[in-house]
């Protein structure tokens, strides 16, 4: 029975367990794991799966060809977007840390993981006052009649024209006309610019917007309250980190598709739906030699999945150590872009149907981003009967969808923090980090909810996750390829997986993911437009906010690199950098009984140190046979009865 506890003691030690807890059953008790692999799988599927889906996708495949969109997304799909997701699910669940403790791999590269943490950090600001909006709008769906139905409200102007009937604000040739929806659809065409119900609802009540992104004017109080609601259901969902937060996306991860699904058959039973499906997907082959076609493809694939974001490699590290990641990068890959094809038919067979009751082109209502979840959408939801309840449904669809993406956002920067610190005391009280991360995200957001947020937030939207991730996402790449090696990471994930990457992810991993990335950086700065927002054009020291927040993550890398350098051992600048750059002892498995092969302790009474991780392959056969035989020896001293690796120094394992 004795021995029995000490071979329990000894694993709970080995696996880092913090002293006086229980055992637990994850296999890395220090951190946690997934409850089990669907827990992992929903989560990362509800991470990927966002906004974007459903506001940009059906947009640009209409915008880039309709149909012919799909053949370079696909490819784009193919050759960057799952290469880099399997690259950063594989560097997470090798080494179980989050973005800032991954970078051991080569510890002059660190700034990468606090750039992850910059951008994400931006995003989980503003990505959140998006979901609070979501909240106000299904709060206001609660009710007989939705509120942007009609002109006849205190906040319409004159120009307001409702598509359900005419308005008591009126001109006097609009008093005449019926009530009908014939004859106001007509009295749209012959409007030099129609102002719909819907939009003035969005601007002059929901945001009453001011007329420049210096105003601020005042906070909308039910936008602030909003926004608490959806932080404190945030933090209430990851309280216990991954062990709460895989159980919420049983809810959040797979709802969505059922509303989906509600919306779709609804929306192809409509009048004049068939004609947005066709405006959708009718292929303009000529489209497919457009260079900027094969932009918008990558751009959305690279920042749809949320690559080099940080929260790929987060949700990765709490995965087991020989967790099949190449199979799960696959699914949730492809399960994104199905996702974001299949919402182009909830989205327009309901714009086509709005477009045959007003008359006009489906390309007059299309929209996207904000408009089109906040205005066009909502407005084609008053044709419909019981138009509050597809509201609810609808409005309750983003909430979900945003939130998946918040809690990944917020558990990178939770265990980044944890992570980097990491004390016993800090691990056992995960929770009050979580809850000092949420506290500082809403009071930051607050801005945002003023009169001018709308501003603010389009800004962050459009600089703050741009060119930065891309230039990134290359770095990580070059670094694990190239200053880390690809022969050694090609070890490492066939030692964790048990079999290879293959042969195509190899390519792609060294050639031509790169350069994919290289592409979509090149394509964003050619096309760089400065920010409107409807006719309102942003000004020049806006635009430096802008382009400060853009480069306040990427400036972290050269930063961190000089750092490091400078405090690194060498005579010469060629020495600091060599020693910069070489991977830290501690990288690898983070469990000791992972650590096997080139990982294994050296058999050293005075440190236990990591094996070389750059492998010469001019090593003579005399070299090798010793290691093997150092090898031996040591698993013959060391070796437990569970099969995992102790120490010398420490003669009693249960201590």
């Known amino acids: 029975m004795s021995e029995t506890n000490t071979i329990a003691a000894s694993t709970t030690?080995?696996?880092?367990?913090?002293?006086?807890?229980?055992?637990?059953?994850?296999?890395?008790s220090r951190r946690g794991n997934w409850g089990n692999q669907i827990e992992f799988v929903l989560t990362s599927v509800g991470y990927a799966v966002g906004l974007g889906n459903v506001w940009r996708f059906p947009y640009l495949c209409y915008r880039n060809g309709?149909?012919?969109?799909?053949?370079?997304?696909?490819?784009?799909?193919?050759?960057?977007?799952?290469?880099?997701?399997?690259?950063?699910?594989?560097?997470?669940?090798?080494?179980?840390?989050?973005?800032?403790?991954?970078w051991k791999i080569s510890p002059m590269f660190k700034g990468v993981g606090y750039g992850m943490m910059v951008v994400s950090t931006y995003i989980g600001i503003y990505y959140n006052v998006v979901i609070c909006i979501a909240f106000y709008y299904f709060f206001m769906s609660m009710t007989n009649l939705l509120p942007w139905t009609y002109c006849n409200n205190p906040w319409n102007t004159p120009d307001c024209s409702g598509v359900l009937g005419s308005s008591p604000r009126f001109n006097a040739s609009l008093a005449n006309a019926t009530t009908s929806l014939v004859a106001a659809a007509s009295e749209v065409v012959n409007r030099t610019k129609r102002t719909s119900p819907s939009e003035e609802y969005w601007k002059h009540y929901v945001l009453n917007i001011s007329d420049d992104i210096g105003n601020f004017g005042e906070v909308r109080l039910p936008i602030l309250g909003c926004l608490a609601v959806s932080w404190f259901v945030v933090f209430l969902c990851l309280i216990k980190g991954v062990k709460s937060s895989g159980k919420v996306v049983y809810?959040?991860?797979t709802f969505p598709y059922l509303v989906l699904t509600i919306l779709f058959i609804r929306g192809i039973t409509l009048d004049g739906a068939i004609n947005g499906i066709k405006f959708y997907l009718t292929p303009q082959w000529q489209k497919v030699l457009d260079a900027k076609v094969w932009g918008d493809a990558a751009s959305q694939i690279f920042y749809s999945l949320g690559c080099a974001w940080g929260g790929l490699i987060t949700m990765a590290s709490y995965n087991k150590f020989h967790n099949n990641c190449f199979r799960d990068s696959i699914i949730i890959s492809v399960t994104n872009c199905a996702t974001s094809v299949y919402a182009g038919f909830v989205i327009f067979s309901i714009l086509g149907f709005m477009a045959h009751n007003l008359n006009v082109p489906v390309s007059e209502v299309a929209d996207h981003g904000p408009g089109l979840a906040f205005v066009a959408y909502p407005e084609a939801l008053t044709l419909l009967p019981i138009s509050p309840l597809w509201s609810l449904l609808f409005f309750f669809m983003l909430i979900l969808l945003g939130l998946g993406t918040q809690f990944c956002l917020l558990e990178t920067l939770v265990t980044a923090v944890v992570d980097e610190i990491g004390t016993d005391w800090i691990i056992r009280n995960k929770t009050v980090v979580t809850l000092s991360v949420a506290v500082v995200g809403f009071l930051l957001g607050v801005p945002l909810t003023t009169q001018a947020g709308i501003y603010w937030l389009l800004l962050m939207d459009n600089y703050a996750a741009s060119f930065s991730l891309v230039i990134i996402s290359c770095i990580m790449?070059?670094?694990v390829m190239y200053v880390y090696g690809y022969?050694?990471?090609?070890?490492?994930?066939?030692?964790?997986?048990?079999?290879?990457?293959?042969?195509?992810?190899?390519?792609?991993?060294?050639?031509?993911?790169?350069?994919?990335?290289?592409?979509?950086?090149?394509?964003?700065?050619?096309?760089?437009?400065p920010i409107k927002y409807n006719n309102y054009v942003y000004p020049?020291?806006?635009?430096?906010?802008?382009?400060?927040?853009?480069l306040s993550s990427v400036v972290c890398i050269p930063i961190y690199a000089l750092y490091k350098i400078s405090r690194s051992?060498?005579?010469t600048f060629r020495e600091r950098l060599k020693f910069a750059c070489m991977a830290d002892p501690k990288w690898g498995p983070a469990l000791q009984e992972h650590r096997t092969g080139r990982y294994a302790p050296m058999a050293s009474e005075d440190t236990v140190e990591a094996r070389p991780l750059k492998e010469k392959e001019e090593l003579k056969d005399e070299e090798k046979d010793e290691e093997k035989e150092r090898k031996d020896e040591i698993s013959l001293t060391i070796q437990g009865s569970n099969g995992s690796t102790n120490t010398h120094n420490n003669p009693n394992p249960s201590a």
């Open 13 to 28: 030690d080995q696996n880092g367990a913090v002293p006086g807890e229980p055992v637990k059953k994850d296999e890395n």
């Open 66 to 102: 309709g149909g012919a969109f799909m053949l370079p997304y696909f490819i784009m799909l193919v050759f960057c977007g799952i290469p880099l997701f399997f690259l950063e699910l594989s560097f997470g669940q090798f080494a179980s840390q989050g973005c800032l403790g991954v």
């Open 251 to 253: 809810f959040t991860a």
């Open 477 to 479: 790449c070059i670094c």
């Open 487 to 529: 022969r050694n990471y090609f070890k490492d994930v066939e030692m964790m997986l048990g079999f290879p990457p293959p042969l195509f992810f190899k390519v792609c991993w060294r050639f031509i993911s790169p350069l994919i990335i290289s592409f979509i950086l090149i394509f964003t700065v050619i096309q760089y437009k």
């Open 540 to 550: 020049g020291w806006s635009l430096a906010i802008g382009f400060s927040m853009a």
């Open 569 to 571: 051992p060498g005579a």
